[in-house]
């Protein structure tokens, strides 16, 4: 563990000691769990994942520069292991954002968001390497010919490098109890901030029956933002760390396939300036196809 808790502050580190250029709708938690799963790869294995996620961001000073943010985002993901140490994934996210401004004007759309694609090594002993990069595919959002800002646009319209470590622990040893830890930090070339996601879970099988199984997860999640810069000044509302505690009931109805369904509060918010977020409800469907 003293590898990944090196490589977590080296992260934290770079991701928030350099400057952004302006703040953006945020999002926690590691996102290749879902398409990836804890588990090690083995070859040909197609894993085909659904995400689905609910949440609410208030950024800004209400009756000056507030932006209310009401986002369902879904993201489907594909992938493939063409060995027994690597994962492949391709990942196409789909949001429908409600905006609401500080002059009482609002906007709704429906939109593609950046694809995105990822890739995680086992490296053995539980660990992993991951990395990913997103595409800017997402559409540029103008209402009345004015350009949305980044928050309520639906992609950072950048190229976003990623990169991530991961540890997890579910052998026979320990069952039914499963652990697991993560950071994924991302890096936008753009506009966006740049961000450190934080993941550590507790899982206990409560109930078995050959394929089929039950089992409830504590999560802790958190997220630390780099500071946005406009023009060369800070932006006030922007940067700083949050954390959400939560919790996860975990389904597998049959062979190859799993079902999961989570809630996240706010416990900390360390966000600087007029930044709140709400609470995230999480749904997510895994098929094993190979």
């Keep these: 563990m003293k590898g990944l808790g090196a490589a977590c502050v080296a992260l934290a580190v770079l991701f928030v000691g350099e400057q952004a250029h302006a703040c953006a709708a945020c999002t926690t938690g590691d996102p290749t769990l879902t398409a990836f799963g804890s588990d090690k790869p083995h070859a040909g294995r197609l894993r085909v994942a659904l995400d689905v996620r609910s949440r609410e961001d208030h950024i800004g000073e209400a009756g000056v520069d507030r932006v209310d943010v009401a986002e369902l985002r879904t993201e489907l993901g594909v992938a493939w292991a063409p060995s027994d140490d690597v994962f492949l994934q391709l990942a196409l996210p789909l949001l429908w954002r409600d905006v609401a401004y500080a002059d009482d004007a609002s906007s709704s759309m429906l939109a593609s968001g950046d694809l995105g694609f990822r890739m995680k090594v086992a490296l053995g002993a539980g660990f992993s390497l991951s990395a990913g990069l997103s595409l800017p595919t997402a559409p540029v959002v103008y209402i009345d010919g004015k350009r949305l800002p980044i928050e309520a646009q639906p992609g950072t319209g950048s190229f976003d490098p990623a990169l991530g470590i991961g540890w997890s622990l579910s052998d026979r040893d320990v069952r039914p109890w499963a652990f697991g830890a993560s950071a994924w930090g991302v890096w936008p070339t753009g506009a966006a901030n740049p961000q450190l996601r934080l993941v550590m879970q507790g899982q206990r099988e409560l109930w078995r029956d050959g394929a089929q199984a039950f089992a409830l997860r504590a999560v802790l999640e958190g997220r630390i933002d780099g500071r946005a810069f406009e023009g060369g000044q800070a932006v006030r509302s922007s940067g700083g760390f949050i954390s959400f505690g939560g919790i996860d009931l975990s389904l597998a109805p049959a062979t ?18 007029d930044h709140n977020e709400g609470i995230i409800a999480t749904t997510s469907i895994a098929w094993d196809a190979l």
Excluded: C
């Design 256 to 273: 190859d396939w799993q079902v999961e369904l989570g809630l996240r509060v706010p416990i900390i918010n360390a966000l600087r300036g």
